[in-house]
């Protein structure tokens, strides 16, 4: 069965957990998540693999364990797309992202190299430009005070610089659209969209080369 959009119960099943985020809310309405929230992230990422590759669903359990909240359970579905593309849902409507929301060493090294540069800088902030006269949001989540080390303080892009990632993010409030398959064309649509940033991300920056510790 293809995509074909999330039904009103998914918010209310998020707007419900987020008032009761306890195991007895959400034994009591399993079969909801599963059948109104869960299956139609399957359905949508089946339907996105060709063009964007594989993708994972994240687990409803919060890790708990160093965190003083302890909710149990998350109140977003998320699923990570196998080329850069992040979509989740929740009570607030529906989010996606696309770019490189952390960078191991090695990523961040050719990250601040790229940028130094002068070509691919200013290529850095063409494409920036470009995703953002869409209405597309590029966001940070981690950045320095000040350019990194062996950088200079007045570089013309030391903002660039102090940035330990970059992502495009695009984020839609409930609307009819969300219960039927144009959910999925803006998804697509956002992918599209935001190349310009992840095109330069994958030809500046690439994946990790390093081990993952266990």
Do not use: C
């Not at 992230?41 to 364990?65: N, S, T, V, W």
């Not at 790229?114 to 950045?143: N, Q």
């Not at 013309?156 to 609307?175: I, V």
Request: proline fraction near 6%; charge should be negative; charged fraction near 30%.
């Amino acid at each position: 069965m293809g995509f074909e959009g999330w039904p009103d119960a998914a918010l209310d099943f998020f707007r419900g957990l987020e008032a009761d985020n306890s195991k007895t809310y959400w034994t009591a309405h399993r079969e909801v998540y599963d059948r109104d929230v869960l299956a139609p992230m399957q359905a949508l990422i089946e339907e996105l693999a060709p063009e964007f590759g594989e993708g994972r669903i994240f687990r409803p359990y919060r890790d708990i364990r160093f965190s003083a909240d302890k909710s149990p359970y998350k109140t977003a579905i998320g699923a990570l797309l196998a080329r850069r593309g992040y979509v989740q849902l929740s009570a607030s409507g529906l989010g996606v992202g696309a770019g490189s929301h952390t960078m191991a060493p090695d990523q961040l090294a050719r990250f601040r190299s790229a940028i130094d540069d002068d070509e691919h800088g200013e290529e850095l902030e063409r494409a920036i430009a470009a995703v953002e006269s869409l209405g597309i949001e590029v966001t940070v989540h981690d950045s320095l005070a000040s350019a990194p080390r062996g950088f200079a303080k007045d570089h013309p892009r030391a903002e660039l610089l102090r940035n330990k990632d970059l992502s495009a993010w695009r984020h839609w409030d409930p609307e009819p659209w969300l219960n039927t398959p144009e959910a999925a064309d803006r998804v697509v649509g956002f992918l599209h969209d935001s190349s310009p940033l992840t095109d330069w991300l994958d030809d500046n920056v690439g994946p990790t080369t390093l081990q993952r510790s266990r």
